[in-house]
Every structure is written in C-alpha cells, then in structure tokens.
C-alpha cells in the first residue's frame, strides 16, 4: 500500500514538473508573441499595415468630425469653390477608404492572432455568437407590437 502511494505522489509530483514547463513554454511564447520588436523581425509588413490601419482608426476616431472639416475646406482651396455633389462624392470616397483600411486592418490583427494564440478563435467565435444574440434580442424587446 505504501509503494502505491509513494507512486502516486511521484506521478503527482512528475505531473506538476511539466505542468510548470509547459505554463512557462506559454509564459515565453506570449511574451515574444507580444513583443513588438520580434513581431517586426518575422512580419514587418504585417506589423507595419496593423500600425498604419491602428492609426487611421485613431485619427478616426480621435478627430472625426475636424478630420472632415479640414480636409474639405484644403480641398476646397486646392480646387476653387466646390460644388455640393463634388464634395459629398469627394467625403465619400475618402470615408470608404477609411473603412477599408480599418476593415483590413482589423482581419490582419484577427489573423495574427489566431495565429498566435491558441484557442483564440473559438473563443472570438463564442462571443461573436453572443454578441450576435444579445443585439437580436435587444431589437425583438424594442420592435413594436402588432
């Protein structure tokens, strides 16, 4: 009885060993997957379209509405008086690249980090799913009755 305890320990004991190599395998991995400087080393143009896709998020979202006002009045300038359709065909298509390259840009950071971390997609899965539901169901309290 005593042999089979002692055995049962050691194989806790071997359990616990790897269980701490493995948790500082992933400790390391995360830690270089984070890393900006070794993401730049292996994926530069990745990391150079995330940072440029980052910023145009954040000018975005940081000037909105004096982003547009600047640029129509510098177009404006540029061009002589315009016209009301020239400018809101000129506000459009620079608010479709806009989307655009956030739009890429967020794909490339969802890639990469499927890549990186696993189980990551499952997870975005999961509450992409529930996020999906819970608006559903926000819309079906706030339809009207019939």
Do not use: C
């Amino acid at each position: 009885m005593g042999e089979m305890a002692n055995q049962i320990q050691g194989h806790i004991e071997e359990q616990r060993d790897q269980l701490g190599r493995n948790i500082s395998d992933l400790q390391q991995k995360v830690k270089q997957t984070l890393d900006w400087r070794t993401q730049m080393q292996e994926r530069p143009m990745t990391v150079l379209a995330v940072a440029f896709a980052g910023g145009a998020l954040l000018s975005a979202v940081m000037n909105g509405e004096k982003v547009g006002r600047y640029a129509s009045h510098a177009w404006q300038m540029e061009s002589g008086p315009a016209t009301s359709p020239e400018r809101h065909k000129a506000n459009q298509a620079w608010d479709t690249v806009k989307a655009s390259l956030i739009g890429a840009g967020v794909s490339m950071v969802k890639q990469f980090f499927e890549q990186s971390i696993p189980g990551f997609r499952e997870h975005y899965q999961k509450t992409a799913r529930e996020q999906s539901s819970d608006a559903e169901a926000a819309a079906f309290r706030q339809a009207p009755a019939a």
